[in-house]
Every structure is written in structure tokens, then in C-alpha cells.
């Protein structure tokens, strides 16, 4: 990642949910776009557990002038969320307890507003992220539900399950016990749980590979040496930690009377073939909360919020105050077709 464009904002002290407290916190961030004079234009985006700043790389196709979120007419927001390794930092006092701080969504969220706070936005015109970044999205609208006029959160569950927490234990694990090998093993597994079973029959069945015998295994392989070559063991074992202590209705009354104290508009997004955070998980907070639901129909599993651009882009467009670009009649015909990128995007 290009550390042209990234600014910071310094918290002297930050206070966690477990109550441990941070000093010397440095919040990453990139805008890009110019805010309105009354600050009203502001777009604020989560990246996924793996993700980074840079808004317009990660969702290419979406975030950028012209697109559905326009940058010539939003200012987009895009945090390093607390926890991850791509420009936050902060400091622990002596004798903090484990080998890090529990950072949760609810903390993640807490930070990210101090940036709207330094920047004088006193309402987003929208927020969004998916997987851990809707996570967030989710935790921002329940805790300040008078700061954002419209959310959207894409394959993200209001509360871990219990398979998710499952399939993030084997991946601590892996890291526990072979520390960058076992990160590389990690990444493999969450390969398989951000993708679908018929896609990968469809791409890599009966196919030889290289350095391993089968082409699925080379592709795991070399997502493994990838997430090495860019990522940090610490990181994925504090960020896993994050996902699983997520439930925005914790000390709330329950995940629906959480959200219905959102003032904005609030949309789920759930993708069928999602083997993760499957769609019946997101329906089911959306309707708890009152929210509009919306399928994302894609081939890809769980990363088809990451990959199904024109279908991602249109519904967004939809949901965005006063509009980004044209909009149709149906909004649910919009994800009945999908095009696949010319390569994938980082999780």
C-alpha cells in the first residue's frame, strides 16, 4: 500500500470497552474527495479483516470519480480500524493484561468517530463496509444512530457464530503453533470460507497445478504467500480476536433493539452461497431491526461483495442520499447479474 495520501489523527489517550486504556494512539486514514461547506458529503467506509485505506483499491470499480460512490461529489473517509497494521498505532501501559489489547467493533467504531469529530462532520451521508468492515458499520450505527443518514452493511453478521468462531480458532491456531508459516496456513482456511464450493469446481476441478499437484491447492498455496509477503502475525490474531467478540447487541437488549435506535437508513446485504456469514443471518438482524435486506447473488461466496462491482455499485447508488449516479426501478434486479473482475481483491 502507498503511504502517499494517508494522514493521521492523534488520540492522546483511548479507553477499550475491556477497560484497558491506549496512549499515544495514531489513527490512520485516507479522504479522499473534498467535504461541502456545510460537511454534509462525507461517505465513511470499513475495510474488511485484511484491508486497508485505500477505499478505492479495494473496491475498484465503486469508490472514484464517476462511480457510485463520486468522489467528485463525496468525501470519502476510509480508517485503518484499531487493531490493524496498515498505519494505526497506539501504545500500552506497563502491565496491561494478555499479549494484546481486546479491541472489539464497538471500539473500532468509538475511534473512527473521533475522526468525523476532527474533521467537523457532525452526520455521515452514509457509512458501509463488509465482513468485519459491515461489523463495524453496524457497532457505528448502533452507537451513534445520529451520525450517519444511511448504512449499509454487506455479509456481516450482528453477532459471531459460533462457526465463525470456529473456523477463526483453527486459524489462531495455525499462527500459535507455526507463527508466518501458520499465518500462510490461515489465510488457505480462510480461503476456503470466503469462497464457494461451486466456484471453485468450476474454476480449478481437474486441473493440474504448480508447485502442488492439484490447481486449488497451488491457488491456496499462493494466497498464503501473499497475505506473508503484505500482513502481520499479531495483527490477524488481534483482528480474529475482534471478530469474535463481535455482538452489536451486547449490553443493548439484543442486536434488534440496537439498531432500531439507528435514525438513518439501514440496509443488510446477504449473499447466497455465503458458507460464513450466510444470508438467513443477515435477513434475520435486518428484520429484527426494521432494516431493509437485499440479496447480492453471486458465484463467489462471502467475497461477492468484494468482486461483484456493477451489482455492488448500483445498489449502493440506490441507497445514497440524493443519489451517485443514475438509478433504476428495481434495485432487486440489479443482483441478479454478476462479471468477474480480472482478479481478485484483497479480503
Known amino acids: 500500500m502507498s503511504e502517499e495520501g494517508l494522514q493521521f489523527l492523534s488520540v492522546p489517550r483511548f479507553e477499550l ?5 491506549l496512549e499515544e494512539v495514531r489513527q490512520a486514514y485516507r479522504l479522499l474527495g473534498t467535504l461541502d461547506a456545510h460537511r454534509e458529503n462525507l461517505v465513511l467506509l470499513f475495510h474488511s479483516l485484511t484491508g486497508n485505506t485505500d477505499a478505492a483499491a479495494w473496491w475498484k470499480g465503486i469508490v472514484g470519480q464517476g462511480l457510485a460512490i463520486d468522489t467528485d461529489r463525496f468525501a470519502v473517509l476510509s480508517p485503518n480500524l484499531l487493531g490493524s497494521c496498515y498505519g494505526t ?79 477463526d480458532l483453527v486459524q489462531r491456531r495455525a499462527i500459535e503453533l507455526g507463527g508466518t508459516e501458520g499465518l500462510a496456513v490461515a489465510r488457505m482456511v480462510g480461503m476456503l470460507t470466503y469462497r464457494a464450493p461451486d466456484e ?13 499437484p492439484f490447481a ?4 491456496l498455496r499462493r494466497h498464503g504467500e501473499k497475505l506473508v509477503a503484505r500482513f502481520d502475525t499479531e495483527t490477524y490474531l488481534s483482528l480474529m480476536e475482534t471478530m469474535d467478540t463481535h455482538d452489536v447487541g451486547r449490553g443493548r437488549g439484543g442486536a434488534g433493539a440496537a439498531l432500531r435506535a439507528f435514525r438513518g437508513r439501514l440496509v443488510g446485504v446477504g449473499i447466497p452461497g455465503d458458507v460464513l456469514y450466510r444470508a438467513e443471518e443477515v435477513k434475520a438482524w435486518s ?61
Open 17 to 21: 470497552e475491556s477497560g484497558e486504556v
Open 89 to 167: 498505532t497506539y501504545r500500552r501501559r506497563p502491565g496491561a493484561p494478555g499479549p494484546r489489547p481486546r479491541v472489539t467493533t464497538r471500539d473500532q467504531a468509538r475511534l473512527a468517530a473521533l475522526l468525523l469529530d476532527e474533521l467537523g462532520v457532525a452526520s455521515a451521508a452514509f457509512v458501509s463496509g463488509g465482513s468485519l468492515g459491515g461489523m463495524v458499520t453496524l457497532e457505528f450505527a448502533a452507537t451513534f444512530p445520529d451520525r450517519a443518514r444511511a448504512a449499509i452493511a454487506f455479509a456481516a453478521p450482528a453477532v459471531q457464530s459460533a462457526w465463525a468462531q470456529g473456523w
Open 200 to 212: 471453485f469446481d468450476g474454476r480449478f476441478l481437474g486441473q493440474p497445478g504448480a508447485p502442488e
Open 216 to 219: 486449488i491447492q497451488s491457488y
Open 287 to 347: 428484520d429484527e431491526a426494521g432494516a431493509s435486506f437485499r440479496y447480492l447473488s453471486s458465484s463467489h461466496g462471502h467475497d461477492g461483495f468484494l468482486l461483484e462491482r456493477d451489482a455492488v455499485a448500483r445498489l449502493i447508488a440506490h441507497e445514497l442520499p440524493s443519489g451517485g449516479c443514475a438509478v433504476g426501478p428495481d434495485p432487486a434486479a440489479w443482483t441478479r447479474t454478476a462479471s468477474r473482475p480480472a482478479s481478485p481483491l484483497p479480503h
